[in-house]
């Protein structure tokens, strides 16, 4: 069974920083992009971030660009996203996807995670 686990989620005061972590088990995503979306109470979800299978290329929504940063590490079957310069408007739910079937800032990928929360107070 494949599974994507997120940690690292919590409550953090604006300015702060969190780092977030998702783990695959069941099978390796070391050929295929992942990514991390978010979704707030009352918004649809939305893309944040993601990687090419060998990390070398990136991709950010214009929202968190040059706070977020967004890697993987192959050999642990994990990816990761350093949240910096959190804003209250970053509060949501965040899901790590993996192997995604077309775009990958369209949402369509195959593997989910279940969510971590980030709490950002102002």
């Known amino acids: 069974q494949v599974q994507l686990v997120e940690s690292g989620g919590g409550l953090v005061q604006a300015g702060g920083s969190l780092r977030l972590s998702c783990a695959a088990s069941?099978?390796?995503?070391?050929?295929?992009?992942m990514g991390w979306f978010r979704q707030a109470p009352g918004k649809e979800r939305e893309f944040v971030a993601a990687?090419?299978?060998?990390?070398?290329?990136?991709w950010y929504a214009n929202s968190v660009k040059g706070r977020f940063t967004i890697s993987r590490d192959n050999a642990k079957n994990t990816e990761y996203l350093q949240m910096n310069s959190l804003k209250p408007e970053d509060t949501a739910v965040y899901y790590c996807?993996?192997?995604?079937?077309?775009?990958?800032?369209?949402?369509?990928?195959?593997?989910w995670g279940q969510g971590t929360q980030v709490t950002v107070s102002s």
């Open positions: 990687i090419s299978w060998s990390g070398g290329t990136t």
């Open positions: 996807a993996a192997q995604p079937r077309g775009s990958i800032r369209d949402g369509q990928y195959n593997y």
């Open positions: 069941g099978r390796t995503f070391g050929s295929d992009a």
